[in-house]
């Protein structure tokens, strides 16, 4: 078997340019719940099982990866999750339709310790404009990683100004929510458990936009 890359640069042109990036929507009476940067999709086959309700859907960079994670569904006998070769950095418009999407995770990005390579991090005001266009109203992005200056910089994105506007704190301002709550564990977090390593979580959910006022300043009716 090929060796997969643990690491590939988002931004090399080739990546910014998939084709055949497919549309994708809500099932019938169900919802879009979506995983960035799914690797093997270990975390949507866990997750297939007490989310029968919704379309699954893993982005990943890495084609090799993707081909991997068919297989591994379809051993599982998992069907309700599909698995998209395509770059998050620049595809999510093309994925989803605006207020499409109940929820969006991203499980322990890679760190990219070096200094002239932090541009090549995921949570950062882009994609969480981007976020904020995809999410339905009450929508969630979860993050959870190993790294706490990872941590430490999505919560200040998702938490600035900017950021606010869009998204609150599911437990409260600058809080880490305790646990996993979503029956699911992906290969990294596996690992930490096993190795007893912190795991820093975060959940925030969809603003409510603030009520409309008349132009007098009076709350509208």
């Known amino acids: ?13 080739d990546l910014l340019t ?12 169900g919802y879009l719940e979506v995983e960035l940067g ?12 007490v989310a029968g309700e919704a379309l699954l859907v893993g982005v990943e960079i890495r084609r090799e990866m993707v081909v991997r994670a068919d297989r591994l569904c379809a051993e599982a006998g998992v ?19 605006p207020r499409s999407v109940r929820r969006f995770h991203i499980n322990f990005p890679d760190p990219w310790f070096k200094s002239r390579q932090h541009k090549r991090r995921v949570v950062g005001p ?8 995809a999410l339905e109203p009450g929508g969630e992005v979860s993050v959870m990683t190993d790294i706490f200056d990872i941590a430490l910089e999505a919560m200040a994105v998702l938490e600035s100004d900017e950021g606010g506007r869009r998204f609150v704190n599911a437990r409260a301002p600058w809080s880490f ?3 996993n709550p979503w029956n699911a564990r992906s290969r990294r977090e596996r690992q930490c458990e096993i190795e007893a390593q912190k795991i820093w979580r975060l959940l925030y959910r969809v603003a409510e936009p603030p009520p409309s006022r008349s132009p ?6």
Do not use: Y
């Open 18 to 29: 998939i084709a055949a990036v497919p549309r994708l929507v809500p099932p019938s009476g």
């Open 79 to 97: 069907t309700g999750v599909q698995n998209v070769f395509a770059n998050m950095s620049v595809d999510l418009p093309r994925l989803f339709a």
């Open 38 to 49: 799914s690797a093997e999709s270990l975390f949507l086959i866990e997750r297939a099982r």
């Open 216 to 221: 007098s300043g009076q709350l509208a009716s």
């Open 177 to 179: 929510w305790p646990r």
């Open 126 to 133: 882009a994609l969480v404009d981007e976020l904020a266009t």
């Open 1 to 13: 078997m090929p060796k997969i890359r643990q690491h590939v640069n988002p931004l090399k042109s």
